[in-house]
């Protein structure tokens, strides 16, 4: 009995190095309990945010700050070097990792049978500024959650999550300027006739 439980939690301690839980291979045992397994193991994102299609702003803006490559769409859709208006962008990442101690999982029969042992969850955190020379026509900010749990039978990596939570706090920043394109365009038009012209959030 103790050279099983020594072997349990060795098998559990190999599954679990790393960032991500690599799949062994199926067995008939293994594939009853798979789909209880996939059905926990769901990537959640909360609060949902809506789904619509980008499309440019209705100005163009300098980018001031921020990879080119990691922009809310609707930003990137918009850049020139030549506009007065600049854009700034800054995104941050925060991890809150669970998982269930070793040797309760290697012992926990319910563990074996598919049942999470753990979740990866990414809070993402992104600010916006929209400016003219010393003016700021407009500050956004956005935070975003996402987490997904894993068992011995599935396969979760932090990218896979912190990918899902950049590209909800994006699509939040994203609304939020579509909510206000209209006002925006207005605003920068103006921006360089009067220096008190700004947008709230």
């Known amino acids: 009995m103790r050279h099983k439980f020594a072997l349990a939690a060795l098998f559990s301690v190999s599954i679990l190095c790393g960032c991500g839980l690599q799949q062994p291979d199926q067995n008939p045992a293994q594939s009853q ?3 209880a397994s996939e059905s ?30 990691q922009l809310p769409p609707a930003v990137a ?23 269930v101690p070793l040797l309760l999982s290697a012992v926990d029969p319910g563990d074996w049978g ?19 020379g010393d ?41 939020k300027l579509y909510r206000d394109e209209a006002r925006l365009a207005e605003i920068a038009v103006r921006a360089n006739k009067s220096p008190t012209a700004s947008l709230g959030q």
Do not use: C, W
């Not at 926990?40 to 490559?69: E, M, N, R, W």
């Open 33 to 35: 309990t798979g789909g």
């Open 40 to 69: 926990q193991s769901q990537l959640v994102i909360a609060p949902k945010v809506a789904d619509v299609p980008a499309h440019p702003l209705p100005f163009k803006g300098k980018l001031l700050s921020g990879d080119p490559a």
């Open 77 to 99: 859709m918009s850049l020139s070097d030549t506009s007065p208006v600049t854009f700034t962008y800054r995104e941050e990442l925060t991890h809150d990792d669970y998982h």
């Open 114 to 132: 598919g049942a999470p042992i753990g979740d990866i969850g990414v809070t993402a955190f992104a600010t916006l500024s929209i400016s003219s």
């Open 135 to 175: 003016t700021i026509l407009a500050d956004y900010t956005a935070k975003e959650h996402a987490s997904k749990s894993y068992s011995l039978y599935t396969n979760v990596t932090h990218k896979e999550v912190d990918d899902a939570a950049l590209a909800a706090v994006r699509q939040s920043i994203e609304q």
